[in-house]
């Protein structure tokens, strides 16, 4: 499934996976490389929940991911990139193509004549993909960032460098202490569950800006790009002296007896002079 995208994030991946889901179901498997979006790196981490979002995702649609672990397999897929690289990019020149909305109608066309030109019959001609039947809402719960968060005493929550406070009522006092579950989705809400039930919160500090220092993920990459270019849109950021700056030395008099000490350097000049008056005959 060829698409173009902004960034290779999770959401990325999630958009194209429901595209091949809607036009040939759930596979057995996905055969991919060791790209983080598909495995933990660190297998042996003490924190974490073993598996990566789009891991997660898979598992609740039973679809298992097998990755490449090997110069062959890896060979097939880096064959194919240099395909798309090439040629791919070529007929999109020679057909005038220069934005992503464009490109994206093109692609189907171009795959059904490279794989009639290029495809192999497989050995087994057996379709082993099985009907997706699963409803709208819950595909969507599939795909969005899922994790769970503790709640304080304060009955908040952080998420994504913001605070989440949830509304007092009979249902939220309960839950201090305890884990909850939330659900960010690509369109940008953002949901807090208990036992599947959606508690009302309000944010905290909601207009915070993205500053030069932040740290940021590979994979949050794209929506963090796409506020910064909302925000910077709004209104020029704030101009902050960036700390005092000295144009010139102060002495502070700590070395005043110092080999180059004012008064060292007197003295030096004062012994020099006197030298070279005695050697005058």
Not at 84 to 96: F, I, M, N, P, Y
Request: hydrophobic fraction near 35%.
């Amino acid at each position: 499934m060829l698409r173009f995208v902004p960034s290779e994030s999770t959401f990325s991946y999630f958009e194209a996976l429901e595209l091949y889901l809607a036009a040939h179901g759930r596979p057995v498997a996905f055969y991919s490389d060791k790209h983080t979006v598909f495995r933990v790196a660190k297998q042996d981490a003490k924190t974490g929940h073993g598996m990566t979002q789009f891991g997660r995702a898979l598992n609740g649609l039973n679809i298992e991911i097998l990755c490449a672990n090997s110069s062959q397999a890896k060979g097939r897929v880096e064959r194919a990139n240099r395909t798309l690289q090439d040629r791919l990019v070529k007929e999109l020149r020679l057909a005038g193509i220069s934005e992503m909305k464009a490109a994206n109608a093109f692609l189907p066309g171009f795959t059904d004549r490279y794989n009639t030109g290029f495809a192999k019959a497989p050995r087994r001609p057996d379709d082993l993909h099985r009907t997706l039947n699963i409803e709208a809402s819950l595909l969507r719960d599939v795909f969005c960032l899922r994790d769970q968060r503790y709640i304080g005493a304060q009955l908040s929550l952080s998420n994504e460098r913001k605070r989440i406070i949830l509304e007092e009522d009979d249902i939220t006092r309960g839950l201090v202490g305890k884990y909850v579950d939330t659900y960010a989705f690509p369109d940008g809400r953002f949901d807090v569950r208990w036992k599947g039930l959606s508690l009302p919160y309000r944010t905290f500090d909601k207009d915070q800006r993205v500053t030069h220092a932040a740290i940021t993920e590979n994979k949050h990459l794209g929506t963090i790009l796409e506020f910064i270019k909302a925000e910077q849109e709004k209104a020029a950021p704030k101009t902050r002296p960036a700390g005092k700056q000295r144009t010139r030395y102060t002495p502070t008099g700590r070395r005043c007896d110092g080999w180059n000490s004012a008064a060292a350097r007197i003295a030096r000049t004062k012994a020099a002079q006197a030298a070279g008056q005695s050697s005058d005959p």
